[in-house]
C-alpha cells in the first residue's frame, strides 16, 4: 500500500550535478528515517546519506561536502543534491524509508531505484 517513487537520475558528465527525489505515498501514520543508498556493478548496496525526521544528517564518507540531504515532511519526500559528481559515483540510487504504518508497525520501505551514471 506504502510506495517510495524516485526520480530525478540519469545521465551526468563528471563534475555536473544532479537532484534525485523520493516520494512516499500510500496509507501510513508517518515517516521516521528517510535515506539514500547506492549499489554500483557487481558492489553491494551502500548507505549514502539519511536524515532523521529532526533534520539530523550523516554522510557516507566518499560523498561528504559533495552531496546533501533533505527533506521536506509536508510532501513526504527526501532530496539528494549530487554536485562535483564523479565517475564512481555511478550506481543505481535506492530510496530508503521507515514507516509506521500503524503507531508501533513499522515497516522498512525501499523504492525500486533511480540509475545514475556518471561519465568521465
Known amino acids: 500500500q506504502v510506495q517510495l517513487v524516485e526520480s530525478g537520475g540519469g545521465p551526468v558528465q563528471a563534475g555536473g550535478s544532479l537532484r534525485l527525489s523520493c516520494a512516499a505515498s500510500?496509507?501510513?501514520?508517518?515517516?521516521?528515517?528517510m535515506g539514500w543508498y547506492r549499489q554500483a556493478p557487481g558492489k553491494q548496496r551502500d548507505l549514502v546519506a539519511s536524515?532523521?525526521?529532526?533534520?539530523?544528517?550523516n554522510y557516507a564518507d566518499p560523498v561528504k561536502g559533495r552531496f546533501t540531504i533533505s527533506r521536506d515532511n509536508a510532501k513526504n519526500t527526501v532530496y539528494l543534491q549530487m554536485n562535483s559528481l564523479k565517475p564512481e559515483d555511478t550506481a543505481v540510487y535506492y530510496c530508503?524509508?521507515?514507516?509506521?504504518?500503524?503507531?508501533?508497525?513499522?515497516?522498512?520501505?525501499w523504492g525500486e531505484g533511480t540509475l545514475v551514471t556518471v561519465s568521465s
Open positions: 530508503n524509508a521507515d514507516v509506521y504504518v500503524r503507531v508501533y508497525r513499522r515497516l522498512e520501505l
Open positions: 500510500g496509507s501510513f501514520v508517518s515517516i521516521d528515517a
Open positions: 536524515i532523521t525526521i529532526g533534520g539530523g544528517t
